[in-house]
DNA sequence: GAATTGACAGACTAGTTGGTCTGTAGTTAA
DNA sequence: TTAACTACAGACCAACTAGTCTGTCAATTC
């Protein structure tokens, strides 16, 4: 009784998750604690095991409610706001690098962290990130389908094709970025991929 | 006394390492259990911290003795070799789909697997690993170098910058593949980074 | 307002895991 | 030959960790 006077459980549960993401970010998920989660936002194991059948359900939790969010708020809607694909996704592009350089450069991108560690462990958490990529990809392949109708993105390129490219060279520059704990890696290959997208225009 | 009626120190450490290697890649590093290296190996705790001090120190010695020359056969030496850049490295890198497909696609890259969730466990896991992407970026740049001096590669493009471009792509459509446990990624992204990496001709 | 259900608290457990320690057989040097 | 050292074997341990179980108080229902 030395908590929840007042009782919230979706607060609960949403602090717990949140908590969960970002020690799964330092740690991965095979290093997250049980303990530490319920250390951080003053529950207990009773808490927990109401609200989440297991560890393994915690992971699932915290990728479809949390990262899965994230991504939508951070990459899908803008990307339907987008009247000019070029600049606007290079303004996106400088923006991300923002983001890491805020959050502290060792953390990288969460969507491409999960992908490494949690995905090979279970086909449960796979098909759950495959799911959240193919959003984004999605999303962007037809920002420049709309680039094409409207002109503003060369008709000879596939944009699915080029919506994969940009995916895999983001990532793995912020990839490089947090083993280097160093946005240098930023400057580097940023140049290159602006002057690739900048080949897209019609 | 079941095993090693003759004894072969030097073999018995090889054998431990390549297997907590392919353990690592599998399950990850926290993923990774002493007892399991033992059985695979047919040795025992005795064997094991008589070679290494802890498991830590296995890490290091993975990092060291068994990724870092791995990464030198399969890439710094072969940049050594390469007359003509553009051609030599698409062949390369449709070298590096091959091997991808063959040994499972959920691997992924050694190299990048480690970085991922190694790096930040442990300061000295991620200076050891920086390391090896160094060699390699600095492989490659010598060879956009070399390729300027010999009139192959335009000489208003910076090879370092290039450099660090092809590997962040590199590793991003790989992890891509892996999560997607498909090589469509390849395909799609492949066509695009050959692509650009034909525009740097002379 | 009594009863049922939901939302926790917290002690406890069983299984795991990195690491230790003692013993012993092969190897080498004198 | 023998003493000293190396390269293991394998039992053992202490710490950790996901998960359980019983109890309790608040919230809802009737």
Not at 6 to 20: E, F, G, K, S
Not at 81 to 109: F, W, Y
Not at 121 to 141: N, T
Request: include cysteine; aromatic fraction near 8%.
């Amino acid at each position: 009784m030395s908590k929840a006077a007042v009782r919230n459980p979706d607060a609960t549960r949403q602090n717990i998750l949140q908590v969960a993401f970002e020690e799964i970010l330092l740690k991965g998920y095979q290093g997250l604690r049980v303990d530490e989660v319920l250390n951080k936002t003053g529950f207990t194991k009773g808490a927990f095991y109401h609200h989440f059948k297991s560890k393994k359900e915690l992971g699932h939790a915290v990728i479809d409610e949390v990262l899965k969010p994230w991504i939508h708020e951070r990459w899908i809607e803008p990307l339907k706001q987008v009247k000019d694909p070029i600049n606007d996704l290079i303004k996106m592009m400088n923006d991300s690098r923002a983001e890491i350089n805020i959050k502290e450069l060792h953390t990288g991108c969460p969507l491409n962290n999960l992908t490494h560690e949690m995905s090979p462990l279970d086909e449960s958490f796979r098909v759950r990130i495959v799911a959240i990529w193919e959003i984004w990809y999605e999303a962007l392949a037809e920002t420049f389908e709309r680039g094409q109708q409207t002109g503003q993105i060369r008709k000879d390129v596939n944009p699915h094709n080029i919506a994969r490219f940009l995916i895999a060279t983001i990532e793995g520059i912020i990839g490089q970025c947090k083993c280097y704990m160093s946005d240098q890696a930023f400057d580097e290959a940023g140049k290159c991929l602006q002057e690739y997208v900048k080949t897209l225009r019609a």
